[in-house]
């Protein structure tokens, strides 16, 4: 078995785990709806400081631990493409994309949260930030998972890396990420940044892919092609 | 009396799944998520009946027919070329092709529609009715131009006279199937259903 694979796929769970941890504690799950009074959505932030703060801490090392995670994957999907690899280079490129407003939306929360004496209007459009940092990056996740997928698909394996299954679910889920995109026109109904299209649909099949991922690398560390490097 | 002849039990044709199983993933998991949509637009339309029926009054049905035409003639090349891949005829490419133009007519109407639509102030943000009419038209032409992509690589991939790929054919009509599918639920539910 190649550990370090193992290993990687392991500390994307671990990460899973810290990150839903940090939305308990800012109270975002579920999300608050958009259409809250100004003041209401600033008190979310104020009342809950320790929450907040706690949250960002967890964010911190759950978004950090995702790329190990992710550097596993790119060793597993660089032996599916073969010889040539641009499109695991672009992914390669698109996670550190999609994954930076994570880091943003924890400045936000924290910086809402800091001086419970700033002005309501301040605390309520650093919070309006933070959600949009969250929920906007749907079509980076759309590039991601579609480029994962197609890499999966054109494995050039006598026996893939990963089963052909999870490439056709990488594509789905990255087409159910991308109403994640529209959610400053709408504050309320399913794709405001609390409806069903725009966080539950895309939250949901994300939790479900990166569970087939993990589970598809654990596999995959022991395909006799991740094995060559191994003493 | 009459002698009733004795059918003899035909031989049981091995179970085909047409493309490969992994496909099925996507489609079936695309239809739960698009029936989600269609039951949450179904909650919402009960909820303001009267204003969704003035908003769906606005949307031209004859482009909306058009499209379905378009779509449906479209998959009928598709299966075509899935059946001529099958008996290794060389028409199957120009089948490809076919279904390729009315794809793309369908991608030109809607974009004709969107331009109309927009130019008239009817935009995404106009009525609860226009949010569901942009975003779900929007995610359906998302699956088209994927179905497009995916049918450029097929034609791009396969000349006359070779062995045809049967079951890449065969996957990407099912995915054409899915997009023309959802289409006409679409078309039923936006244009026509009151």
Redesign the interface.
Known sequence: MNKSIAASAWSGMIAMMFMFGAIISWQIFPPPSPSLPMAEWAAHFTENRTGVFVGSVLMCIGSSLFFPFFGGFYGCLKVAEGKHTPLTYGMMMIVPFGFLPLFLVMICFVTAAYRPEMSTEMTAALADAGMFLLVIPGFIGLAQWVVTGIIILRDVNPQPIF???????N??VG??A??GS?IP??KT???AWNG??AFW?PVF?FGMLLTAVLWAMLRAAKHPAMQQDQS | MIAVPIKQPAERPAKHIPG????W??IF??MV?FA??FV?FLV?KAGNPAAYEADQALLNPHLGLLNTLLLLTSSLFMAQAVRLARLGAKEAPAMITATIVLGLGFVVVKAFEWGEKIRAGLT??HS?FF?YYY?FTG?HL??VL?GLGVLLWLRSSCKPSEQYPVATFEGCGVFWHLVDLLWVVLFALLYLMK
């Open positions: 089963p052909r299954w999870l490439g056709y679910a594509i789905w087409i159910l991308a109403p529209f026109f709408f109904g399913p794709f069903v299209f649909v099949t | 490969e199983e992994g496909i993933v996507l998991g695309d998520v989600i949509f949450t919402y995404l943000t609860e949010t975003m995610i998302m699956h994927i």
